[in-house]
């Protein structure tokens, strides 16, 4: 019956060990010699920014890449793994960030996908059973018969782990599983963990949160740009070591945040709604003011109306009814163009693609919005020289490192085309303008350390000179260290608002998965 | 070392460097070339005669002043491509526009014979005019199609094409029928004032003239004016250029009306400076062989010109083959199929670098 061979292992001995593991990609080189090992009975944080090489590693091990260099082994045997199939057999699971079900299928009928057994005929009942059965033992309640679609995001994580646990795996490696869930969900799932650690299986959790490594892990592996800089016992490690080793720096885990009397209302919002992609309702009338000088903050899984709340104020999604103004101004509807000349700064969630042209140079880039109005050009010849000088001015204001001006967006780093598109949008038409309102969707999202500090201190700069700002993220502490007020999207309504005197995790929590405020006042 | 699928692996390039870039589009025409030499052995003729016959259209004056003559059209038609292929939109349909544009001219004159509304000097100018407004407006249809209501380009310009040629047709088999053409298919012949002169000692269109003024304008109009930007963030990311503000109804609104009237002009050169009427199925491929020059030309106005003329010379060293060596007809085809198979293979390895087994 067992798909892999049992052998009588006691807790403490290795199930994996990498030794010398490497793996060029055609640029970089993404993991570096590295070694690692992980026990039976425990739970190891691998931690690390992103891009440090941490789900490059653990794909090694699953299978979906082949390691340049270096041996695995599993169970103390060598492992030639090749592919997902190979890393099953051995009992190997793998949850991945981004969630790979079968939308109209069921909870058991994923589960049971891809399996060589049973070969011809499907008894659902018996599956269905198991199921239901190791969703109770580890605490994973999950109705074995609903479709994936009818599931909150949580829910569909936990088919996933059930996936894994339904062939036996004993290593489990989840890649930063908790970025979807709300913090009510993020302690259910690490009950079950704690559980699955208990009954010596040996689990791998990638993560770049410090406050996950110390809540859930027994061991802490830290990696920084593709090397492993060390392994630690977690009681043993302190917090500030620990982000000194992931950094290479030490890190203010504080920015300063001036308090300002916020102006008159500017942006307002009022009881607006708009179809998603799919022609569903997404945003349910939501209404929002901010005013000048302050900051919201949207709080929220994602996928609850974000995108289309911040697509609607800037004109890049149609509203199906209700009213968007700037200033007074009336811009429901109205073209993108005219909005961006109300002074509005958008930071799109999609950067390369949307923020971003990737075959343009930076200084086109930069150019982006503000090319058809002079200076840049003047009857409708553009002036490259003067869109040259600006770059070269924005590119030392806003510490973007790019070999050159004319280098193509695509050969920057993530961060430092983040702050080419933070320049344009801040910059406005001329150095002049500064906006009015800034609408920022998840900023810092895959930045590291630095940049994402000069991120923040960005909008919170803005913010003193007289913007409203809005932003959208799905990191907690970044909204709860930015934000003037926090609301709460679900399924695109606002759950409630917190003022920044009433920030409680706690209750964002609740309702970030669907539960009205019972405090919070409405503004 | 054996040669196997699994040794053989492709990495991306980061960055080329122009001698590399230019290298690899020259091995490509080369290859072809000696692709074609093989064709030529199998077809028993000896490569060497046969290019020297190729050789021919660039060095015997008369077939020079051809090569001009015939590169004209395909460089008006490939100029206006090059505009809406930087913006990701595929016009297949410069052949349709060529033939609108001819068919724009040939009124003009017929109205102009048959009437005489028009005095002698104005009628080359309206026949300009005519031809570019009717070329863009034909154009405009299916970039109207595509913005409003999300029709695929490429099937709308391609239907297009054989409702121009066949509505051309109905044109020179019944109403502008030359009375003194004993019912062949062709229109009455243009008189002098209605033919575009020939370039001084050398020979050929002086059209070709205009299209090398055309092709300045055409890269002006893309590496420096505010639709030229649109044009490459447009092309670029579609997504991207709504988040600028940019309507992408005008922008490619316009595109087609320069690359639609430029084709029109191609028709114009055409009937007036080539055939010196308009006659059955005209253009016979013109318009296709210009998305071949455009790309060979890597979407370069001013290369344009270069590729144009050198495509020009192929469609001579065509007749050529078949005169001197009897060679079919076709043979051009496939040669010039040759050459686009080689000019794609080498923009791909523009892009990525070829590993055998470790080593390039």
């Known amino acids: 019956m067992e798909a892999s061979p049992k052998v009588a292992l006691s807790p403490g001995d290795l199930l994996v060990e990498l030794k010398g593991v490497s793996k060029q990609f055609p640029e970089v080189l993404a993991v570096d010699h590295v070694d690692f090992q992980l026990r039976r009975g425990e739970i190891h944080a691998l931690l690390g920014e992103n891009g440090a090489g941490k ?68 008894n659902l009942m018996d599956a ?16 074995p018969n609903s479709r994936i679609w009818q599931l909150s995001i949580g829910e569909r994580q936990r088919v996933e782990i059930l996936k894994v646990l339904y062939r036996d795996a004993d290593i489990l490696i989840m890649d ?24 010596g299986k040996g689990i791998v959790f990638i993560t770049h949160k410090m406050r996950e490594v110390f809540e859930l892990s027994d061991r802490v592996t830290v990696m920084r740009k593709g090397n492993v800089v060390a392994t630690l016992d977690t009681k043993e490690a302190e917090e500030h070591t620990l982000a000194r080793l ?18 008159k209302d500017i942006l307002a919002v009022d009881d607006v709604s708009a179809l998603n992609d799919k022609g569903l309702q997404a945003l349910k009338g939501v209404s929002i003011r901010i005013r000048g000088g302050e900051i919201l903050g949207v709080a929220g899984v994602a996928g609850n109306g974000q995108k289309e709340l911040t697509e609607a104020i800037s004109g890049l999604r149609h509203t199906t009814s209700g009213h968007v103004t700037i200033d007074g101004i009336d811009v429901t509807n109205r073209s993108p163009k005219f909005i961006f000349e109300q002074k509005l700064a958008f930071v799109p969630e999609e950067r390369m693609g949307l923020g971003a042209v990737p075959s343009l140079s930076v200084a086109d880039n930069l150019a982006l919005k503000s090319y058809r109005y002079p200076p840049y050009s003047r009857r409708s010849v553009v002036d490259r020289t003067f869109i040259q000088d600006k770059a070269l001015g924005l590119v030392k204001e806003f510490d973007i490192t790019t070999p050159a001006v004319t280098t193509p967006a695509k050969f920057l780093s993530g961060g430092n085309l983040q702050k080419v598109v933070l320049a344009r949008e801040l910059s406005g038409r001329a150095a002049s303008e500064p906006p009015k309102v800034i609408v920022a969707s998840y900023p810092t999202r895959g930045l590291d350390v630095g940049a994402t500090e000069f991120v923040q201190k960005s909008l919170l700069k803005y913010r003193e000179r007289g913007a409203a700002v809005l932003i959208v993220s799905e990191e907690l502490d970044e909204l709860l260290m930015l934000s003037d007020r926090i609301i709460v999207l679900f399924d695109g309504r606002i759950m409630g608002t917190l003022l920044r005197d009433q920030f409680n995790v706690e209750e964002i929590g609740l309702m970030m998965a669907g539960h009205k405020s019972a405090g919070g006042k409405g503004t | 070392m054996k040669l196997t699928l699994k040794n053989v692996r492709l990495v991306r390039r980061t960055e080329i460097t122009r001698q590399t870039s230019v290298l690899i589009s020259v091995m490509g025409v080369v290859m072809a070339f000696a692709v074609a030499g093989v064709l030529f052995l199998l077809l028993g003729v000896n490569p060497i005669a046969a290019y020297g016959a190729m050789v021919d259209s660039f060095t015997n004056p008369i077939l020079l002043a051809n090569s001009i003559q ?36 040939t009124g003009i004159v017929t109205l102009h014979l048959v009437s005489g509304a028009i005095p002698d000097l104005l009628v080359l100018p309206s026949m300009f005019l005519a031809a570019f407004l009717l070329g863009a407006l034909y154009a405009l249809l299916p970039a109207l199609l595509k913005a409003k209501l999300q029709v695929n380009e490429i099937l709308s310009t391609l239907m297009l094409n054989y409702i121009a040629i066949l509505f051309g047709n109905y044109l020179v088999f019944g109403p502008w029928l030359d009375p003194a053409a004993h019912g062949f298919p062709n229109s009455r012949i243009f008189p002098p004032e209605a033919v575009i002169p020939s370039i ?58 320069i690359s639609g009237g430029l084709a029109g002009l191609g028709g114009l050169v055409l009937v007036s400076g080539i055939i010196g009427r308009m006659k059955e199925d005209f253009s016979s491929g013109y318009g296709y062989t210009a998305i071949i020059v455009a790309w060979l030309a890597g979407l370069n106005p001013l290369v344009a010109v270069v590729a144009a003329f050198l495509f020009g010379g192929l469609l001579v060293s065509g ?41 390039e």
């Open chain 1, 176 to 199: 930063e599983p908790t970025s979807v869930l709300t913090p009510q969900e993020t302690k259910e799932l690490f009950a079950s963990l704690v559980k699955m650690k208990e009954e």
């Open chain 1, 55 to 122: 789900t490059t590693l653990m794909n090694i091990l699953y299978g979906i890449f082949r390691p340049t260099s270096g041996t695995v082994f599993v169970k103390g045997n060598v492992a030639s793994i090749h592919s997902p199939r190979d890393s099953i057999k051995l009992g190997i699971g793998m949850v991945h960030q981004h969630l790979k079900v079968v939308e109209p299928h069921t909870v058991v009928e994923n589960i049971i996908l891809g399996l060589k057994e049973p070969r011809y005929v499907l």
């Open chain 1, 246 to 263: 992931m950094v290479g720096r030490d890190v203010l885990f504080q920015i300063e945040r001036v308090a300002v009397k916020a102006g």
């Open chain 2, 70 to 105: 015939r590169g004209t059209p395909l460089l008006f038609a490939a100029l206006g491509l090059i505009v809406v292929f930087r913006l990701n939109f595929w016009n297949v349909g410069a052949e349709g526009q060529i033939v609108m544009g001819g068919i724009a001219a």
């Open chain 2, 319 to 359: 007749t050529t083959l078949q005169v001197r060596l009897g060679l079919s007809s076709s043979t051009t085809n496939i040669f010039e199929a040759l050459i686009l198979v080689f000019v794609l293979a080498s923009e791909f390895l523009k892009k990525y670098r070829v590993i055998v087994g470790g080593v």
């Open chain 1, 128 to 143: 269905t059973q198991r199921v239901k059965a190791l969703a109770e033992k580890y605490g994973l309640p999950v109705d």
């Open chain 2, 200 to 257: 001084p000692f050398i020979g050929g269109s002086s059209g070709f003239i205009v299209g090398i003024v055309v092709s300045v304008v055409v890269y002006f109009i893309m590496n420096r004016t505010t639709f030229g930007f649109e044009l490459r963030v447009t092309g670029d990311s579609s997504k991207a250029s709504k988040y600028a503000g940019m309507s992408y109804t005008r922008i490619v609104s316009i595109a087609m009306i």
